[in-house]
């Protein structure tokens, strides 16, 4: 990218010395054509001069006439130096103008190669986290296909596990229908990760700092218990739009990953993987592209869910168009430049099977980016 914008520092230069010489020999052609023109009148003088002397000016007269046509040659020549002078700068105005509009272009594609390999870089970590969700899945399902009952025990240390292996994730959670796991709900009342239901509902989390496991709340009660619901009726992984959950004692402001799970036949629960939102923030925000740059993460309902300015966290992102907006509900990749001059580019980023994209947004004013180019090439 630095070798890019050398090579436009550089042509552009040539390209300003260029125009500032064709000045200069506009400036000189103005000269001798002033000059032309003061002799053009001292010959024409001098024949009136001539004329008046009679025979005893002849020959003054005969000076007279050859002075004013060199002078007209002059005049003439200058005027034909004066025209091409005036073409080349017309034409390096033109190559200044294409120039500035390639190095525009460019700088406007290689933003579109940043948020597409930031965004890829989120997606890849997700997938990561999508394959671990599934993984804990797949145990408990491939233990029943087997008929083997799968022990809460057993369970509870594979997620304890997987969460000490996945530093940036926050906690995994599962949650079991009524007595679908091994029938025995009623025995594991207000046991450790249970509560008075005694359904398998472990959520293994480090929000205090350690890993601690706890039951999960609000798992039936309507309006809160989106993190299951939602992945009930989809039938698919969900990517949950950003709410408040409590863990380790605090209440913290994340995103889900969940997953439902086929057990004996029907849906038995779900499992899924918890991210907070701080986390994230505090990645993007050390991100910054071009040097003038932000990166920015957006929902499926297009809210803003990490942001530079903290007051427009979880607020709608109406400051981007209406086509905008579509593209990042429909998971699309979009760019624009704004009446401000704000080059904004979207690129989806996808998350297991969720039907729902998340959007990384890159946003910087154009010209500023363009002025930080120029001055890092001339030092």
């Known amino acids: 990218m630095a070798e890019v914008h050398n090579f436009f520092a550089q042509v552009k230069h040539l390209v300003h010395r260029l125009q500032e010489r064709s000045k200069q020999i506009a400036a000189v052609t103005g000269s001798i054509d002033q000059v032309a023109r003061h002799t053009n009148l001292l010959a024409l003088n001098a024949a009136v001069e001539a004329a008046r002397a009679g025979t005893a000016g002849r020959g003054f007269a005969v000076v007279a ?8 040659q002059t005049a003439s020549a200058t005027g034909d130096i004066a025209h091409l002078v005036d073409g080349i700068q017309r034409e390096t105005q033109d190559a200044s103008e294409e120039i500035a509009q390639a190095e525009r272009a460019g700088l406007i594609e290689n933003a579109v190669l940043i948020a597409r390999a930031e965004a890829s870089a989120i997606e890849t970590r997700w997938a990561t986290i999508a394959s671990a969700v599934h993984g804990i899945q797949h145990v408990i399902q491939g233990l029943l296909l087997q008929g083997i009952t799968p ?10 596990e997987v969460l000490r292996q996945h530093t940036d994730v926050l906690a995994f959670s599962c949650c079991c229908e009524t007595n679908v796991l091994d029938g025995r709900d009623a025995e594991h009342v207000g046991h450790q990760g249970h509560d008075d239901s005694g359904r398998f509902i472990p959520y293994w989390n480090r929000g205090s700092g ?9 798992y039936a009660t309507p309006g809160l218990n989106d993190y299951y619901e939602l992945p009930r009726r989809a039938g698919t992984d969900v990517l949950m739009e950003p709410y ?3 863990a380790g004692g605090k209440t913290l402001r994340i995103t889900s990953f969940m997953s439902p799970m086929i057990l004996r036949g029907k849906f038995g629960g779900v499992v899924g993987a918890d991210i907070t939102l701080a986390q ?14 932000r990166l920015m993460l957006l929902s499926n309902a297009c809210r803003y869910v990490t942001h530079h300015d903290p007051s427009l966290l979880g607020q709608a992102a109406d400051d981007l168009p ?27 980023i996808s998350a297991g099977n969720s039907k729902s994209p998340w959007s990384l947004l890159v946003s910087f004013a154009v010209d500023d980016a363009l002025s930080l180019s120029k001055r890092v090439a001339v030092a």
């Open 65 to 72: 006439s050859e002075v004013r046509q060199l002078a007209q």
């Open 151 to 160: 022990p809460r025990k057993a369970i509870n240390a594979i997620m304890a």
């Open 210 to 218: 350690d890993l601690r496991l706890e039951p999960l709340v609000d």
């Open 244 to 246: 408040d959950y409590p």
């Open 280 to 293: 994230l923030q505090q990645e993007l925000s050390l991100i910054r592209p071009f040097g003038v740059g």
């Open 322 to 348: 209406a086509a905008a907006q579509r593209c990042v509900r429909n998971g699309v990749a979009h760019h624009h430049v704004d009446e401000r001059g704000m080059l904004r580019v979207m690129h989806p």
